[in-house]
């Protein structure tokens, strides 16, 4: 899992990559750059309100990543996506329900890191190429720019389900989320791993961070 970690060190650097989470709407097509950027205005007086204490509160910092990213991410997409099909066609339900809570484990530590290391990073959504009306998956395109270093361009890739844009991937100076996830797996697999040493693995891996 060290790649992962290389992955969380990234995002860290970027802070904003949890506010992508939270699009929700009563409308039929909502507007996912408009909502995101009501979103990441919330965030934003939440990480300043916090911002001397996140760094030392572990706690505090799991808590935001929880509300923010479990409710409206598209976890089960974005599991069956970092594992092969093979892999995932003939896993168990069981075995699916198991890989989707660790690795929604993993995903909040890893926004959590980046929660962590907010310094006053503000974001600019960029306008939506070719619209959104009538398309149920879209990439929305944004820039960081940080007082500590260049800008950073961050990417969303959403599905649209019913009347809520849902998050499926990050994309952070090209190098996706769910493809570097996926390599890691892959690396196991390649090595004769199955479904449940996948899990087994990233179990232990939470274990072992589960305080930091």
């Known amino acids: 899992m060290k790649t992962m970690k290389k992955w969380i060190g990234v995002v860290g650097l970027t802070l904003m990559v949890c506010v992508l989470f939270g699009i929700k709407t009563a409308n039929a097509t909502p507007d996912p750059v408009a909502m995101l950027k009501s979103i990441a205005d919330q965030l934003i007086a939440e990480l300043k309100a916090n911002k001397t204490s996140l760094p030392e ?24 996506r970092v594992l092969p099909p093979s892999v995932w ?7 699916r329900s198991e890989f989707e809570s660790e690795f929604t484990t993993l995903l909040v530590r890893t926004y959590a890191s980046a929660l962590a290391q907010y310094k006053d990073q503000t974001i600019r959504f960029l306008p939506l190429r070719g619209g959104y009306e009538g398309k149920t998956s879209i990439q929305v395109q944004s820039i960081i720019d940080r007082t500590d270093g260049p800008s950073i361009s961050v990417n969303y890739r959403l599905l649209l389900g019913g009347s809520e844009w849902q998050l499926y991937d990050l994309i952070v100076e090209g190098v996706s989320l769910i493809d570097s996830f996926r390599s890691q797996f892959a ?12 899990i087994k693995n990233l179990k232990q891996h939470n274990a072992d961070n589960s305080g930091n």
């Open 187 to 198: 690396d196991q697999l390649s090595q004769g791993g199955t479904m449940d040493s996948v």
């Open 57 to 80: 509160n572990p706690s505090l910092v799991y808590s935001l990543a929880n509300k923010i990213v479990v409710p409206h991410a598209n976890i089960p997409e974005m599991s069956k």
């Open 89 to 95: 066609g003939k896993a168990t339900e069981a075995q």
